[in-house]
């Protein structure tokens, strides 16, 4: 994708405020932004990175998109963003139009020699420790452009204790001119001793209408997708009214390729919540033999929402993330044990405890299934 002559902030209108609130003359050394997965916190913190670099002399019209700086880091090329991202995560980063050439970056965001083949696809989802060992080495050199230096981790919990420690020290003694980005969907795995030297900013998720409104503006860059209005507002449900994973699958679905993990996993939490909704009556190991290839965070997440909405409609609230499904719940909640319900939330919790090392996904599945059966019995 070529890159883009923009004149406003590409970032989501419920971040509006939170960017506002940044105080670009008396910026901290180290920010961490945190909030649920999928609501624009990455192309939020891109172009913060690149309002931080900007070398336009009006402060408040950064990014100007216009400056030499702006332009090298359009094209993936400032010399002074260090993006540590895993592979799965690169395409999400600002590239030229000759990505697939041999072009050396001097950034280090595209050190991909070293993956060969033989790597494995639990290690893409990793960050890697050489890259993180050497960026954070290269800090103790001044910036290249002599001004900020940019320093973007995401998902920080995908950091291994050992790179951890290598940030942890030198966010203890701040480089100068360095601003550390970091982001994490889950601010309880980060390390407090990270946490607490970073200036915290919660990105809020947007309400319905205006997610709904956003994601409908961004089909069009979609070209060729016809999706009906009502799939889209299910999609959108289903993922927990968050827009750009919303987008992501809209993306991945309509590119048609089975072997896109998220196409996978959607279509096994749409089983997973087809199997859930028959209460008592779930076919368990069934549901478990159809999803378990799924990416086990996903379908916890899926049953986390459907249960979090049945504990709200059995205490006379409405549904958060399945209001379509409001007849199904309220029916559900007339057997549903309350007790065997909340016990079976903590389960649910302690299981995405590990979900990032998960032992036996089918087995696990198939005992929250189980257990998940028990609820409704009398
Ligand atoms: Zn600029």
Not at 181 to 194: E, G, S
Not at 228 to 241: A, M, N, R, S, V
Request: proline share 6%; with cysteine; glycine share 6%.
């Amino acid at each position: 994708m070529p890159p883009v002559e923009r004149s406003e902030l590409n970032i989501a209108p419920w971040l509006r405020p939170l960017w506002d609130a940044l105080d670009f003359a008396n910026f901290p050394n180290a920010i961490l932004l945190h909030g649920q997965a999928g609501i624009g916190k990455f192309a939020f913190s891109i172009e913060l990175a690149k309002a931080l670099l900007c070398e336009s002399s009006d402060r408040l019209t950064k990014p100007c998109d216009h400056c030499e700086a702006c332009h090298w880091f359009n094209t993936g090329n400032h010399p002074d963003f260090i993006a540590l991202v895993p592979e799965t995560h690169r395409k999400l980063l600002p590239h030229g139009d000759y990505e697939s050439d041999e072009t050396p970056k001097k950034g280090k965001t595209a050190r991909e020699d070293s993956d060969g083949d033989g790597a494995e696809k639990k290690e893409k989802k990793n960050i890697s420790i050489e890259e993180t060992r050497s960026a954070i080495e290269g800090l103790s050199i001044g910036s290249h452009r002599g001004g900020n230096r940019v320093i973007l981790i995401y998902p920080l919990e995908m950091l291994r204790s050992d790179s951890a420690n290598t940030l942890l020290k030198s966010l203890e003694e701040p480089p100068a001119n360095t601003i550390f980005l970091l982001l994490a969907d889950r601010v309880d795995r980060v390390l407090p001793t990270i946490r607490s030297r970073c200036r915290l900013l919660t990105a809020p998720r947007p309400n319905r209408t205006q997610g709904l409104a956003w994601l409908k503006s961004q089909l069009p860059l979609i070209a060729g997708l016809q999706a009906k209005e009502g799939d889209i507002e299910t999609i959108y449900d289903e993922q927990g009214g968050a827009p750009y994973s919303v987008l992501d699958s809209l993306r991945a679905r309509h590119n048609k390729d089975d072997k896109d993990e998220l196409t996978i996993s959607i279509a096994a939490s749409r089983y997973l919540l087809q199997s859930m909704a028959q209460g008592g009556r779930i076919a368990w190991l069934d549901a478990a033999e159809k999803t378990h290839k799924a990416q086990f965070s996903f379908l916890l997440a899926t049953m986390q929402r459907w249960v979090s909405d049945l504990l709200l409609v059995t205490q006379s609230g409405t549904p958060r993330y399945y209001p379509k499904h409001i007849g199904t719940l309220q029916g559900l909640s007339q057997t549903a044990q309350l007790p065997k319900l909340l016990h079976f939330w903590k389960s649910l919790v302690q299981a995405r405890r590990t979900e990032n090392h998960p032992l036996a996904n089918r087995i696990q599945l198939e005992a929250l299934l189980a257990q998940y059966q028990q609820i409704f019995e009398t």
